[in-house]
């Protein structure tokens, strides 16, 4: 009976929405400028594949390399009544964006040893992952929104927001991704040889013996995830290492496609 009473009450929706959407009836009463509490809206945003750090490059002054990463995301929200999914909205983007390998100016210790060779220390907690972004002029381009026929005709209804939403979520997942702890290790993989060369450079550059020149880092970065991402209503998105794969590009010396487990 239930799921009978719910049929009827959603195909009675459907056919009032048809006709306020197609123009053939105008409907303005007080009660639709509030929402129903009977809805519940359920968001999802995930990684259909892994991200992929795609190019390192030197850059100057304390912050020595800049990461550059691809993250595919896509997002989905179902819109509910009794308990049915009644409307599916879905977003998909392959974000393009980019994360600063820093280190603190201060931080690393400069060794004059008796036998005439220098020594700089880089302790490995001073080397930080600053300012993820994303690239919203590059990544628009890939944006592709779908809300369905039933998102079509349901945005008739003045409860039912014509704005997804999804999709600035979906670009705040990917900020995180790229900012996340799973990337940046991975990055790092390249970016401790980068470190180490841009010191070596500035000493040599400074009139040291590159023959009696040692630059090494002691320890690693202390990798650490962004805030949770804030969805509304209090309600917020954790994105751990566990929730993310990250690989380098051929390019960078990953594996191809093939190659991977």
Known sequence: MKNVLAGTFL????????????????????????????????????????????????????????????????????????????????????????????????????????????????????????????????????VVVDKGLAGKVTDAFPWVSDDLGLTPLAYAYAQNVIGGSNCMETAYTVTEGLLVDAYTQQFIDQGADPEKLTVRIDGSPNFVDPEPIEMGDDVFMDIGADDVSCVLSEELGGGSDDERP
């Not at 409307?87 to 280190?103: F, M, W």
């Not at 005439?116 to 628009?140: K, L, Y």
């Open 11 to 142: 195909g009675a929706l459907a056919v009032v929405a048809v006709a306020i959407w197609t123009g053939s009836v105008s409907i303005d009463l007080p009660w639709m400028k509030v929402v129903p509490e009977f809805g519940e809206v359920d968001v999802a945003i995930s990684l259909p594949e892994e991200a992929r750090i795609v190019a390192i490059e030197p850059i100057a002054l304390d912050c020595r390399a800049r990461v550059h990463a691809v993250v595919p995301v896509e997002g989905r929200r179902e819109h509910s009544l009794f308990d049915r999914v009644y409307r599916t909205d879905t977003v998909s983007l392959e974000a393009i964006g980019d994360v600063d390998t820093c280190v603190e100016g201060t931080s690393a210790t400069v060794v004059h040893k008796k036998d005439g060779t220098t020594e700089v220390v880089i302790p490995g907690e001073s080397i930080m992952f600053v300012r993820p972004r994303v690239d919203a002029v590059a990544t628009a381009q890939s």
